[in-house]
């Protein structure tokens, strides 16, 4: 399984981004597909994961009510838009791939994972 992230950039707070992240290799939909983000000098952290169905979503308490995670099956790709976004959002944002489908917020469950794309909110 192949991971391509894209569509970080430079955004004000309170703007707007969605990334995205295009698989190939195995469908989407028979993955539980996650989002981290990581900081220079922190760990990494979860954002939020989404089912291999794509019928349910889970967020960190940070960024839950403004970001959504979605899958779009004939694309083969799931995103996340990241609306109200704020300076300490800030950092390079990776998505994972679960081929076990432990739909777990920890790192160490996902097997594979995209290059990251860095995300920059201005105040």
Do not use: H
């Amino acid at each position: 399984v192949q991971l391509q992230a894209s569509g970080g950039g430079l955004v004000q707070a309170g703007g707007s981004l969605r990334l995205s992240c295009a698989a190939s290799g195995r469908t989407v939909s028979s993955l539980a597909m996650g989002w981290f983000r990581q900081s220079p000098g922190k760990e990494r952290e979860f954002v939020g994961r989404i089912s291999w169905s794509g019928g349910s979503a889970y967020y960190a308490n940070s960024v839950k009510d403004r970001f959504t995670i979605s899958m779009d099956n004939a694309k083969n790709t799931v995103y996340l838009q990241m609306n109200s976004l704020k300076p300490e959002d800030t950092a390079v944002y990776y998505c994972a791939a679960d081929p076990s489908r432990l739909y777990s917020d920890y790192y160490g469950s996902y097997v594979y994972w995209g290059q990251g794309t860095q995300v920059t909110v201005s105040s």
